[in-house]
């Protein structure tokens, strides 16, 4: 039996959909007794679109010539046996598209998403076709210039153009869509198409709906024209480069839902009488452009506001309190711009659909409202980098869905009182309190346990005291520890060992003492060759870090490291170190290690940063250490360490630097030439090492050398933390 379809996707009322159905009964009964086939002629179009394939995804099994069409895999045909819908997405086709598919007579919907295909699009022969309604050719490999249709008088049926996530180039096409009075929806996003963008379409096409230009390089100023399109519901425009001011005609388009702009270079004041004639509006984005002013108080007039993104901006002032009246918000991101004042002003209570508050990098003060805990939904609370102060408040207590906190870089005070708050969400996997709770004990106390799903914890720039807590070992899903720049003493706990998912810890200057942590060498994922790790991050909260940025620059969540420099370690390194294989960064400098270089740290072959300065080592470097063929930042200047530097593969790109203060070495770097130099045969960097791993070492180099020397610069006070 052939399945039947209406010959419009659309319907009016329900009413009409009852009869449509009624009378759909009768024509699928009749069908199924009727016997019929497609024209030979719709045949060969289709045949002549299979030749065009140079992978069919096994079409061709279906499709044969000697069978009714209408059969065909994909291939749908009306009552009267005319093809109406070629439905043929992921189905792994590559190759050209025929334009033999727009001679079907009666084609209503073609469909070949998701596959590969390349080559022009036969835009004329498809867009410009008598009967197509629905043309979606996303997510394929398309390529080329959409050429200006020559003038038509025919107004076309089209009304569903989806060309996103293809190669397209050029300017896009502007006259053509005259006669498109149908027209619904315009998918255009992903693609490379440059110049003015298209906004004329609603002149011919009073229903145009959606408009997604996204991801692209179209320029100049937003088109005004938009404005009189009365039912457009999204305008998503984001990624692109657009400049100038909104226009106020834009505003007229009443109907707007979505609007989104984020990432162009928009500038101009957010014009509180604009806003509201967008009364619809639900998500407005307009994030990382360079809009100023304040955030207009007619804000709280968009009542279904749910996500509200303006980061990235130089907005300021203070936050309008008619804010609390968005009560259908979930998202506010106001981070990095320049917003101040109390927050307590706004009244947080009736806001309780909030999943996502980011605050961070403004000027707001006061503390932390306490309306905000009954926004017991919140997911990620960013209120990092401004101005809050006081203790957590017991109510606190109530966000129990927190996934994300970070309040770092505030003056908040009692780490003991906010870690036995936050201690009981258990959903918490981040949480990153550094530079507050200034010159306070970390709390050794013994009832601290709880954080059952922590995975990231930042205490970092706080000149904490005490030791590195038991408590910490038991939080036993943990990945990233970092607890630098502090005054915690004492030496690593032993139980460190039972953080088997840790694959970077950070405890660099501190007042530690001791030997090198030999437990850390038997972590599984240190020891695992395996890179498939991952953080769960609460989606959209990128994390920060001010002090990865300037040294070791794309280091992010993927990194693996051990960073102990600047404490007082001593004793020898022991040659177990050789077991954490996962390591790309290895930091030991600025201790007291002494004893030779284990010749084991040879096998740690994923190693890009090895820095060893700075301590009392003696004896040869490794001559091996040359077949690390990651490594891009290699130190072991001033220790005293003897003999000829290794020679070939990256030891041939240190320079001085990384060997000096050790009057015994010998290299032709250094001043010291070795007498007899032996050229050891060294494997050159194979090809099929992954190239984003060259690129990091090369940026990691770079910014190594930068952060060395930014130490010993003015320290910010913020520079090491996450965010
Ligand atoms: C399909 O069959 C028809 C006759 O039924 C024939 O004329 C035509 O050449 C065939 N096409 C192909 C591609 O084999
Ligand atoms: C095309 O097919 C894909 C996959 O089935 C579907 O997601 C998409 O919505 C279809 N396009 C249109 C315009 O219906
Ligand atoms: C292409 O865009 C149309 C209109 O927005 C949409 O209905 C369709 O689902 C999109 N196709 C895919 C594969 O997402
Ligand atoms: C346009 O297509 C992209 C996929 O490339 C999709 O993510 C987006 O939601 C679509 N836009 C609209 C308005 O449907
Ligand atoms: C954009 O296209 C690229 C391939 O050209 C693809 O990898 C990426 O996922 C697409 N982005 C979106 C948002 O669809
Ligand atoms: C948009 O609408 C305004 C007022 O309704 C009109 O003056 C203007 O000509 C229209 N623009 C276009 C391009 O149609
Ligand atoms: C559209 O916006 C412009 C400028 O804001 C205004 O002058 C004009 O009257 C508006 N047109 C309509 C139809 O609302
Ligand atoms: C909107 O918010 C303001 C300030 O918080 C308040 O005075 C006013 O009553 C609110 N209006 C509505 C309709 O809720
Ligand atoms: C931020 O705003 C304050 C006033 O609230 C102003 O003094 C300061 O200069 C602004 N900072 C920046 C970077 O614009
Ligand atoms: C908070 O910021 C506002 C606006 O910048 C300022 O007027 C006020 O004095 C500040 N309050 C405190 C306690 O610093
Ligand atoms: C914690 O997360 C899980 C899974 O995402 C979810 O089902 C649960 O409701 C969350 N718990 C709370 C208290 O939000
Ligand atoms: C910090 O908070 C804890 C627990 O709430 C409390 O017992 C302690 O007295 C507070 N410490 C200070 C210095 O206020």
Not at 13 to 27: E, M, R
Not at 325 to 334: A, G, R
Not at 604 to 632: M, Q, R, T, Y
Not at 641 to 669: A, R, V, W, Y
Request: one cysteine or more; hydrophobic letters at 40%.
């Amino acid at each position: 039996m052939r399945p039947f379809h209406f010959p419009s996707s659309r319907s009016s009322s329900s009413k009409l959909l009852t009869d449509l159905l009624g009378f759909a009964l009768v024509l699928v009964l009749c069908v199924a007794c009727s016997i019929g086939s497609c024209t030979d002629q719709e045949k060969s179009f289709l045949l002549q679109f299979l030749a065009g394939l140079s992978e069919d995804g096994g079409l061709a099994m279906s499709w044969q010539n000697d069978t009714d069409c209408c059969t065909w895999e994909g291939i749908t045909c009306s009552t009267d046996m005319m093809i109406t819908d070629v439905l043929l997405a992921s189905k792994g086709l590559e190759g050209h598209i025929s334009p033999s598919l727009a001679n079907l007579p009666g084609l209503l919907r073609l469909n070949l998403s998701h596959n590969s295909l390349s080559g022009e699009l036969p835009w004329e022969d498809l867009v410009l076709s008598s009967s197509i309604i629905i043309l979606d050719v996303s997510f394929n490999r398309l390529s080329g210039d959409l050429q200006e249709l020559p003038a038509q008088t025919t107004i076309r049926p089209l009304q569903v153009l989806n060309i996103s996530t293809n190669l397209f180039t050029g300017q896009f096409p502007s006259t053509t869509w005259k006669v498109m009075n149908n027209l619904v929806a315009l998918n255009a996003s992903n693609n490379s198409f440059t110049g003015q963008a298209p906004g004329s379409f609603c002149i011919s096409a009073p229903s145009f709906a959606e408009l997604d230009l996204s991801f692209n390089k179209f320029g100049g100023g937003v088109p005004p024209d938009l404005g009189n399109c009365s039912m457009l519901r999204v305008l998503k425009a984001g990624h692109n480069n657009f400049n100038g001011a909104l226009p106020d005609e834009l505003f007229n388009a009443s109907s707007l839902e979505y609007l989104s702009f984020q990432n162009n270079g928009l500038n101009g004041v957010l014009n509180g009488a604009n806003i509201i004639k967008l009364s619809k509006l639900s998500v407005l984005n307009l994030e990382n452009n360079m809009f100023s002013g304040k955030i207009p108080k007619s804000i709280g007039q968009l009542k279904r506001l749910e996500e509200l993104h303006l980061g990235g901006n130089n907005m300021y002032g203070e936050l309008p309190s008619t804010l609390g009246n968005c009560t259908n918000l979930k998202i506010i991101d106001l981070k990095v711009n320049n917003i101040s004042g109390d927050l307590g002003k706004i009244n947080f209570s009736s806001l309780s659909n909030l999943k996502v508050i980011d605050l961070l990098t403004n000027n707001f003060n006061g503390t932390i409202p306490e309306s905000i805990y009954a926004c017991t939904n919140l997911i990620a609370l960013r209120l990092s980098r401004n101005n809050f102060h006081g203790i957590f408040s017991p109510r606190m207590n109530r966000l129990m869905s927190l996934s994300f906190l970070s309040v770092g870089g505030n003056a908040f005070t009692n780490i003991t009182n906010a870690l036995h708050i936050v201690k009981r969400f258990r959903n918490l996997t981040t949480l990153l309190l550094g530079g507050n709770f200034k010159h306070e004990a970390l709390p050794g106390d013994e009832t601290l346990d709880g954080f059952e799903n922590l995975q990231h914890l930042e205490i970092s720039g706080s000149s904490l005291h005490g030791n590195i807590p038991l408590w910490l070992s038991k939080l036993s899903n943990l990945k990233k520890l970092e607890l630098c720049y502090n005054q915690l003493s004492g030496s690593v706990p032993t139980r460190i060992n039972s953080l088997s998912f840790l694959y970077y810890l950070d405890i660099s200057n501190n007042r530690l003492t001791g030997e090198f942590p030999t437990k850390l060498t038997q972590i599984p994922m240190l020891k695992s060759d395996r890179r498939t790790y991952q953080d769960e991050r609460v989606p959209g909260m990128t994390i920060y870090s001010s002090f990865s940025f300037f040294k070791y620059r794309q280091y992010g969540a993927f990194f693996t490291a051990i960073n102990i420099s600047k404490n007082g370690f001593t004793g020898v390194i022991p040659p177990e170190i050789g077991q954490m294989k996962a390591l790309d960064i290895l930091d030991l400098s600025f201790n007291s290690f002494s004893g030779e270089i284990p010749p084991a740290i040879c096998n740690l072959s994923n190693l890009e940063v090895l820095d060893l300065s700075n301590n009392n080592l003696a004896g040869p470097i490794p001559s091996e250490l040359n077949k690390l063929h990651f490594l891009s930042a290699f130190s072991v200047s001033n220790n005293d360490l003897e003999g000829p530097i290794p020679t070939g593969g990256q030891f041939d790109t240190f320079g001085n630097s990384s060997f000096n203060g050790n009057p015994k070495l010998c290299g032709p770097m250094l001043s010291h030439h070795c007498i007899s130099q032996k050229a050891v045969p060294v494997s050159t960097l194979s090809t099929n090492q992954s190239s984003d791993k060259f690129i990091f070492g090369i940026t990691v180099g770079l910014f190594f050398a930068l952060g060395v020397l930014l130490d010993q610069i003015v320290l910010s006070r913020l520079r090491f933390l996450q965010f």
